[in-house]
């Protein structure tokens, strides 16, 4: 019988931690096809974060190099300076990416750093239980916003990928959500394509993945898979936002 | 070799880049910044080398780190402010046991401070600086020469122990200017095992600070407690000077240390008998000599561009051995030898 699925060898056969439903344990594994695909498991080098997916390097097998909160692309440049002739990730969730750390990743992206960040967006802080993220939608409850964020109290939902998308320095942005087999294979072929970037040495790539949470969220994960088309990704769009190469014909 | 006349800032950074160093992030503040501008112009032209100008203190040691971890020699450096900020990546550098060289040209503090040379950070750079159970080496260069000398041996010492190595100068070390010979370069001894540069086709690791087991992270400390005992044992250093026939022992370091052996000399030629001693490492902090030395000395003076930090080592060491008098300008004050040497006349007349 031919095999036509199974776990990628870049991922190591451990039960996730994640909760039922959570966006995370998807993205790893398509971090680790996409990995597996482009024959680089050897080459590459991860950068966990602080939050959910702290323990990243547990599932990975790949190097990894674990950053303080917010750090990701500044240990990830440091890396990949020194070793210009791998392929370097940085996986952060929104709080990492888009408050505390978003000096460290909006200068990375404005060198043009050549690494891919992996920017998982569910509007909240997870590990932590809760609370308002930068990316928390306007209304939205959370610990820390009781009432619903208030644009007047709270400011608003940021999009990074839009913001990182205006600096020269990046070379292909594209938001994905992992809530649907379609959305799943969509973002598969855009992690693919960010490391093929980065490994033509185009530029700073980064994919936002707009990851469910059903336990913070509060719903089923049925119900999580719904609310990501029908609320989060309104105020989210999806779809490529920025892509130096359009135009150009790529083997995907 | 030949002699050349460089400022400290240069010449730590031409002493960085002959010990291998391949890795600079910096970000500029005043006293240090002719050492950033230095690595700026010079870093490029060595091979493999990198220098990048860091958005933040935060940016750039966190950088650093990434780079230790792939194998490159290191170092980032700051002055008092931006060393505050550094302390998460510092903390993290210890808990990871990655080597790395962090210079800080201290200034008045606390706060922004002022500009001018101070021993403010003396607390903060002996006591790990960042949170949780850790310890730094700590350089104190009190002339240009030395800071070359112990800028070099500042990448073999994080090498040998895996762990971070702070060089505290000053605003004055940092920007004086004196004759320098660059010492000889050791050939680098890292075991390749603990850089992480993609897994091949082996297994993959990885470099972690996060230990949620409660046991499992009490072992980790206590692993680099053996760790730092070691260095306790085998890296203390210090000077001693002409303390043979002393009746009055000042302890001083860095560039204060430079302004006491002015004092002393004069003091000598008066007669009287002071001497000095100027720990080199403040930690491990030459705690064995100061307490011999209190067998046959009864009084000391601590003598530092602070209100009292080292202050406190002193008194641990001699635990009432022995009169421990304090003189201190804090805030940016250098005094002149003339001004201690009036002190240390009322601490021998005393």
Known sequence: MKKVFSRPRSLKNTPFHYCAGCGHSITHRLIC??????????????????GCAVLAYNYFDVDMLEAPHGRGCAVATGIKRTLPDRVVFSYQGDGDLAAIGTAETFHAANR????????????????????????????????????????????????????????????????????????????????????????????????????????????????????????????????????????????? | MDKILISGNWACGEAAIRAGCRFYAGYPITPQNELTEYMAEHMPQAEGGTF?????????????????????????????????????????????????????????????????????DYFQATRGGGH?????????????????????????????????????????????????????????RYSEKYVLKGAGEGRSRFVRALILDALRMEEHNWKLVRKYNVILQKEVRFETFRTGNAKLVIIAYGIAARIAKGAINR????????????????????????????????????????????????????????RVGFYGRPGGIVPTPAELAKAIVQEYQR
């Not at chain 1, 695909?37 to 991860?46: H, N």
């Not at chain 2, 000599?289 to 009084?299: C, L, Q, V, Y």
């Open chain 1, 33 to 50: 096809d996409a990995v597996d695909q482009l024959g680089i498991r050897g080459i590459t080098i991860g950068v966990p974060p602080a």
């Open chain 1, 112 to 252: 043009g750093e050549n690494i891919t960040v992996i920017f998982i967006n569910n509007a909240v802080y997870g590990m932590t239980g809760g609370q308002m993220a930068p990316t928390t939608l306007l209304g939205m409850m959370s610990t820390t916003s009781p009432p619903g964020r208030s644009a007047t109290l709270d400011g608003h939902p940021i999009r990074m990928s839009e913001v990182l998308a205006r600096l020269e320095g990046t070379a292909y942005i594209e938001r994905c959500a992992v809530n649907s087999p379609q959305n799943i294979l969509r973002a598969g072929r855009a992690i693919r394509k960010a490391f093929r970037y980065q490994m033509d040495g185009a530029g700073f790539t980064m994919i936002e993945v707009l990851s469910q949470c059903p336990t913070n969220w509060k719903m089923t994960a049925a119900e999580s898979c719904k609310w990501v088309d029908e609320v989060m990704a309104q105020a989210f769009p999806i779809g490529v936002i920025k892509d130096i190469r359009k135009g150009e014909k790529h083997a995907d």
């Open chain 2, 52 to 120: 990048i100008q860091a958005e933040s203190e935060i940016a750039a040691v966190n950088m650093v780190l990434g780079a230790s971890a792939a194998g490159a020699r290191a170092m980032t450096s700051s002055s008092s402010p931006g060393i505050s900020l550094k302390q998460e990546g510092i903390s993290a550098l210890a808990a990871d046991e990655l080597p790395a060289v962090i210079v800080n040209m201290m200034r008045g503090g606390p706060g922004l401070g002022n500009i001018l040379p101070s021993q403010g």
């Open chain 2, 132 to 188: 949780g159970d850790y310890r730094t080496i700590v350089l104190a260069p009190s002339s240009v020469q030395e800071l070359a000398d112990l800028t070099m041996d500042a990448f073999d010492l994080s090498d040998a122990y895996r762990n971070p190595v702070l060089i505290l100068g000053d605003g004055m070390t940092g920007q004086m200017m004196e004759p320098v010979v660059f010492g000889k370069p050791r050939p680098r």
């Open chain 2, 267 to 322: 003091l000598r030629d008066s007669g009287y008998r002071v001497g000095l001693i100027r720990p080199i490492t403040l930690w491990p902090f030459p705690a064995q000599i100061i307490r011999d030395t209190a067998e046959r000395i009864g009084s000391f003076l601590v003598f530092e561009m602070s209100t009292g930090q080292m202050l406190e080592d002193v008194k641990l060491a001699l635990e009432g051995r022995a």
